[in-house]
């Protein structure tokens, strides 16, 4: 007859229920995790919120750059006077378009994405605002020079930095410090950049 010997206690297999009743979070500690989120949370906020407003205002200044870059181009391939226009649409935000002086436009947003949280300063905009087609505008003549008339205006006569003229953009809630991108036309040969429009 075979005897059955027990494991002294210390000795057994712990099973996955026998854990100790200890072994778990604390409320205390759970709150004060919670809490630790939330203060990185509201510091990290801003930034991201401010990081974010910038993207769109840079890619709305980055597309009206390209959209005077194709009425340039068309102006210097065609031989004849492309005009490059912009203006605000309630619904859709900023809007462009690169077309034939005097000709229709076809207007696209620059930023879908961005739609009205991006608007147009026009504190700091020097383009002329006697446009065929929308608020502001630059034409380039044959061989993409900006036309006269693109820049012979008061504020270019005013301006002793050499810029015949600039379109910025700004963010809707930016408050007191919104993020602002212009795009500057710097000579008569039509030079055109992107700037960080901080003046």
């Known amino acids: 007859m075979t005897t059955l010997r027990l494991k002294p206690h210390h000795l057994r297999e712990r099973s996955p229920t026998d854990r100790p009743f200890n072994s778990g979070f604390t409320t205390i500690e759970v709150l004060v995790v919670i809490v630790m989120i939330g203060i990185l949370g509201a510091i990290a906020a801003p ?3 401010s990081f974010v407003n910038g993207q769109r205002v840079k890619n709305t200044a980055d597309a009206a750059l390209q959209t005077m870059r194709r009425a340039q181009s068309r ?3 065609e031989n004849r006077a492309w005009e ?3 203006r605000i649409d309630e619904d859709q935000g900023v809007q462009g378009s690169a077309h034939p002086y005097r000709g229709n436009p076809s207007w696209t947003t620059l930023s879908p994405e961005a739609g009205n949280l991006v608007t147009l300063d026009e504190g700091r905009t020097t383009l002329p605002q006697d446009c065929d087609h929308g608020e502001y505008c630059i034409r380039f003549e044959d061989r993409g020079i900006v ?3 693109s820049y012979e205006h008061a504020d270019f006569e005013d301006d002793d930095s050499g810029m015949i ?3 910025a953009f700004t963010d809707v809630e930016g408050g007191n410090n919104p993020n602002r991108r212009c795009v500057i036309i710097a000579t008569i040969l039509g030079s055109i950049r992107g700037d960080r429009c901080e003046d």
Do not use: E, K, N
């Open 84 to 86: 490059a226009s912009f």
């Open 47 to 49: 930034s991201w919120l």
């Open 75 to 77: 102006a210097s391939t």
């Open 165 to 167: 003229g600039r379109i």
């Open 147 to 149: 036309s006269d008339d």
